[in-house]
């Protein structure tokens, strides 16, 4: 009886021996996975913006602000609401996204379920090039304003935007009420 013992005791180690390699293998790689996953997780941007291609550094801080029309509104539009503007514009409603320039990462957006109302047009508050972008917007247009870092966050940056960091905003004007209507 001790002999038998003592062979499926050996049997047993070794058995034993083989699942316990096997288990150490499989949580080396299984570590080596999770590490790669969090490397990339946090090297790569959290969204990148569709139909952007990265260009890999910034425009001039003292660029001009670009403004280019993605979708004209309706000119019968335009002309029953009237055009966004800092003096006539009484309140508004946008939806945007904002990403960098420079790599076209997401860091901003009031597009997939919500709007970002504008009610005081005299006091809001938003980068220089941001506001430049909208003054002249119909409702229903669609606009992508390239704001430079001086008419941005300037030199210093802001939070989680570095410094000298271009932005770009890709807006729609939702609802757009004039005093210039009434």
Do not use: W
Not at 40 to 57: A, Q
Not at 162 to 177: A, Q
């Amino acid at each position: 009886v001790r002999a038998l013992s003592s062979v499926s005791n050996s049997r047993f180690h070794r058995l034993f021996s083989k699942v316990m390699i096997a288990l150490c293998l499989s949580l080396v790689y299984l570590k080596n996975s999770l590490a790669t996953q969090v490397a990339t997780i946090s090297t790569d941007p959290e969204r990148l913006m569709e139909y952007c291609s990265p260009k890999g550094k910034d425009m001039p801080h003292d660029a001009p602000v670009q403004v280019g029309i993605v979708q004209r509104a309706d000119p019968s539009v335009c002309e029953k609401h009237g055009n966004f503007s800092k003096h006539n514009t009484l309140t508004a409603s946008v939806k945007y996204v904002a990403y960098f320039y420079k790599n076209c990462s997401v860091f901003d957006a009031f597009y997939e379920e919500k709007e970002l109302k504008i009610k005081d047009t005299e006091k809001m508050y938003f980068v220089q090039g941001f506001k430049r972008g909208l003054t002249g917007m119909c409702k229903g247009e669609i606009r992508r304003i390239f704001v430079p870092s001086k008419y941005g966050y300037g030199r210093s940056g802001a939070a989680y935007i570095p410094g000298n960091t271009t932005l770009v905003y890709e807006v729609e004007m939702i609802t757009l009420d004039n005093a210039k209507g009434r």
